[in-house]
């Protein structure tokens, strides 16, 4: 229940005649300093976080695809590279 809700319903019932004057002031006074301790609520998400969170998973995501594209770079396709030189000439030493 929120605090709006809480004073109408302690309203009503001292209007009804089921809290005293002091009963109300008591409680109203309680659900007011309840509500000051309570964390304020969360401010609401714009369309400027997402963004934000978008572009920062993109950034995150180009890091770890450079990281991979480096990875089988210097992995797989060097080493497979380095084994094959092309011709080689061999003299033989002449006779």
Do not use: C, W
């Not at 969360?42 to 998973?57: H, I, K, Q």
């Amino acid at each position: 229940m929120n605090l709006t809700d809480e004073l109408e319903r302690l309203s009503k019932l001292h209007k009804e005649g089921a809290l005293s004057d002091e009963e109300f002031a008591q409680a109203k006074s309680k659900v007011l300093l309840s509500q000051e301790e309570r964390p304020p609520p969360e401010p609401d998400r714009t369309l400027g976080d997402a963004a934000n969170r978008y572009v920062s998973f993109q950034i995150v995501m180009a890091v770890i695809g450079i990281i991979l594209f480096l990875f089988f770079l210097f992995g797989v396709v060097l080493p497979a590279m380095q084994g094959t030189r092309g011709p080689t000439i061999q003299f033989q030493p002449s006779r």
